[in-house]
């Protein structure tokens, strides 16, 4: 379907529906049905912009081989495309179970898949990838590639997922939108995990939007100190130390890449970790540790790269049977399950002690460097002020960190505590170009 929505016109192009070339008629589709959000909620304050598309994929697009995989990163059952169109088209495979250990992927045997003979498409409907000619199958029943590049090269030229398919649909997108909401920013993503598109150098109202994830544990549903997944580069890290400089790395990057290519912020859509871990321990157990730890590593990343983000996800109705509800997900803060064991921090969180965790809400400035130790509770910040700017800077201190309070130190300035709002108020002074404010916890209760 990716492959149709992108580039159904150059890969399918005998494919109509209603008479309209299948991409046209997707992708106007979907444009229009977001024109009618945005005509009502045009002019409401709380509403910044819209989303080009939620986590859009390449699909078939570029892949040079139709025979193999274009990823490191397998797991469990992982046919090739011609095993998917064979499958897809009533075919018996015997398809390989992957594992990923220390040394990356490895193969672990072989499973037959779809022994029933079970068609994905209509009675009498042809697989639309046979009928164009990238596959047929023989006398024998066996299927054989006949355009190996077929999804990579169009009239002989080599294609670009992201500058021939992408990017012209979030053109496409932004200029709709903003023929009715003129000022509507509009937050462009790339592929999850990837760098952010390069709209183009005269582009403007735009937000680099990205999905990240520590993507061992979201796959495997395990965590490991000592392994990682470089998405940018697309290798396999080693060694708790290579992989928490590595994540860091990659929020950097991206952030980067945000201001290079799109020429605005960059808001991480998306970072979070599955909480069914080793089959739900936790849930059993009322002991998130291994959660924690993995939820700090991925949220030490984003401070170290400065990045903002946004944790995916608080689901109302997850259940510790059913997780979030949808697509076998996990990655709720919050369970109603958990609200009924007392071992567990403000009944029904999960992992909040990572998850709750002091930050600047507001800089009078120029950010430079965020820490935050959650073993011992010390927060360290510092930014470049601005003279420019009268506001002072205004630090989220959260009271289940500091149950007994909290001690600050700070280069210079003063600071003034809200015990109601949870906020610290800082006022730099001018005197110095940069400040440093450090947040720890007062080690018992205040003394009458």
Same mark, same amino acid.
């Given at each position: 379907?990716?492959?149709?929505?992108?580039?159904?016109?150059?890969?399918?192009?005998?494919?109509?529906?209603?008479?309209?070339?299948?991409?046209?008629?997707?992708?106007?589709?979907?444009?229009?049905?977001?024109?009618?959000?945005?005509?009502?909620?045009?002019?409401?304050?709380?509403?910044?912009?819209?989303?080009?598309?939620?986590?859009?994929?390449?699909?078939?697009?570029?892949?040079?081989?139709?025979?193999?995989?274009?990823?490191?990163?397998?797991?469990?059952?992982?046919?090739?495309?011609?095993?998917?169109?064979?499958?897809?088209?009533?075919?018996?495979?015997?398809?390989?179970?992957?594992?990923?250990?220390?040394?990356?992927?490895?193969?672990?045997?072989?499973?037959?898949?779809?022994?029933?003979?079970?068609?994905?498409?209509?009675?009498?409907?042809?697989?639309?990838?046979?009928?164009?000619?990238?596959?047929?199958?023989?006398? %024998? *029943?066996? /299927? $054989?590639? !006949?355009? +190996?590049?077929?999804?990579? =090269?169009?009239? &002989?030229?080599?294609?670009?997922?992201?500058?021939?398919?992408?990017?012209?649909?979030?053109?496409?997108?932004?200029?709709?939108?903003?023929?009715?909401?003129?000022?509507?920013?509009?937050?462009? %993503? *790339?592929? /999850? $995990?990837? !760098?952010? +598109?390069?709209?183009?150098? =005269?582009?403007? &109202?735009?937000?680099?939007?990205?999905?990240?994830?520590?993507?061992?544990?979201?796959?495997?549903?395990?965590?490991?100190?000592?392994?990682?997944?470089?998405?940018?580069?697309?290798?396999?890290?080693? *060694?708790?130390?290579?992989?928490?400089?590595?994540?860091?790395?990659?929020?950097?990057?991206?952030?980067?890449?945000?201001?290079?290519?799109?020429?605005?912020?960059?808001?991480?859509?998306?970072?979070?970790?599955?909480?069914?871990?080793?089959?739900?321990?936790?849930?059993?157990?009322?002991?998130?540790?291994?959660?924690?730890?993995?939820?700090?590593?991925?949220?030490?990343?984003?401070?170290?790269?400065?990045?903002?983000?946004?944790?995916?996800?608080?689901?109302?109705?997850?259940?510790?049977?059913?997780?979030?509800?949808?697509?076998?997900?996990?990655?709720?803060?919050?369970?109603?399950?958990?609200?009924?064991?007392?071992?567990?921090?403000?009944?029904?969180?999960?992992?909040?002690?990572?998850?709750?965790?002091?930050?600047?809400?507001?800089?009078?400035?120029?950010?430079?460097?965020?820490?935050?130790?959650?073993?011992?509770?010390?927060?360290?910040?510092?930014?470049?002020?601005?003279?420019?700017?009268?506001?002072?800077?205004?630090?989220?201190?959260?009271?289940?960190?500091?149950?007994?309070?909290?001690?600050?130190?700070?280069?210079?300035?003063?600071?003034?505590?809200?015990?109601?709002?949870?906020?610290?108020?800082?006022?730099?002074?001018?005197?110095?170009?940069?400040?440093?404010?450090?947040?720890?916890?007062?080690?018992?209760?205040?003394?009458?």
């Amino acid at each position: 379907m990716f492959t149709l929505f992108f580039g159904g016109s150059d890969f399918a192009p005998h494919l109509l529906v209603e008479g309209e070339p299948i991409q046209e008629y997707l992708q106007r589709h979907y444009v229009d049905a977001v024109l009618q959000v945005v005509r009502r909620l045009k002019g409401k304050p709380c509403v910044l912009g819209y989303d080009t598309f939620n986590e859009p994929s390449h699909g078939y697009i570029g892949w040079k081989d139709l025979t193999a995989h274009d990823s490191l990163l397998r797991v469990d059952l992982q046919p090739t495309p011609l095993q998917s169109f064979a499958l897809g088209d009533g075919l018996e495979q015997e398809v390989g179970v992957w594992g990923t250990g220390l040394g990356g992927a490895r193969l672990q045997g072989h499973r037959q898949l779809n022994t029933g003979h079970v068609r994905a498409w209509k009675e009498g409907r042809p697989c639309i990838w046979r009928e164009h000619g990238v596959w047929t199958v023989d006398s %024998e *029943g066996v /299927p $054989q590639l !006949l355009v +190996p590049d077929y999804f990579s =090269r169009v009239d &002989g030229r080599e294609v670009d997922f992201e500058q021939d398919y992408l990017v012209p649909f979030i053109r496409r997108y932004a200029n709709a939108v903003r023929s009715v909401d003129p000022e509507a920013l509009i937050f462009a %993503e *790339g592929e /999850p $995990q990837a !760098l952010p +598109p390069k709209v183009g150098d =005269r582009c403007s &109202g735009f937000v680099s939007a990205p999905h990240w994830y520590d993507a061992v544990p979201l796959v495997l549903k395990r965590s490991d100190a000592w392994l990682g997944y470089d998405s940018v580069r697309n290798r396999i890290v080693l *060694g708790p130390w290579a992989v928490r400089r590595s994540f860091a790395w990659q929020l950097s990057a991206i952030r980067q890449a945000g201001t290079e290519r799109l020429h605005g912020p960059t808001v991480v859509g998306e970072i979070g970790i599955p909480f069914d871990l080793r089959g739900g321990r936790a849930f059993r157990t009322g002991d998130y540790r291994e959660e924690e730890a993995l939820m700090d590593r991925s949220l030490r990343a984003v401070e170290s790269s400065l990045c903002s983000a946004t944790i995916w996800n608080y689901t109302a109705t997850n259940t510790n049977e059913r997780g979030d509800g949808w697509n076998g997900e996990d990655l709720s803060i919050w369970s109603p399950d958990q609200g009924r064991d007392t071992r567990v921090l403000d009944r029904g969180g999960r992992a909040l002690r990572a998850v709750v965790r002091p930050y600047p809400v507001a800089t009078a400035g120029e950010p430079l460097q965020l820490s935050y130790d959650m073993c011992r509770r010390v927060m360290r910040f510092t930014f470049r002020h601005d003279p420019g700017v009268i506001l002072p800077t205004e630090i989220f201190v959260p009271p289940s960190q500091y149950p007994f309070g909290y001690e600050v130190w700070m280069t210079d300035g003063t600071f003034l505590k809200d015990d109601v709002g949870h906020v610290l108020t800082y006022r730099n002074t001018l005197g110095r170009p940069t400040h440093t404010i450090v947040i720890r916890p007062r080690l018992g209760p205040t003394k009458p």
